[in-house]
């Protein structure tokens, strides 16, 4: 039986996250934040760090709202790099 891969990992590039970016530029704290969008501080920390793994969009939505700012603000596509 031939082998084959369970799993093929294709280098499409990555997102990231420019949270902590805005809120530098607005002056607020990830307590400010987490308070004007209703979320755990923790929750506010795993976005500022980019470490989150799977993307809520209703937090999307409340942080675009509260900073007054788009997606295309909070989110960079970064292309694989060409070998």
Known sequence: MKERPVLIRAD???????????MEER???RNQ???LI???FEVVSKWYKGEVEKMDLDILARICYALDCTTEDLLRYVPAEKE
């Open 12 to 22: 499409y590039g990555s997102v990231e996250l420019r949270l902590n970016e805005v």
């Open 27 to 29: 002056g607020i704290t």
């Open 33 to 35: 934040l987490a308070k």
């Open 38 to 40: 209703d979320a755990r």
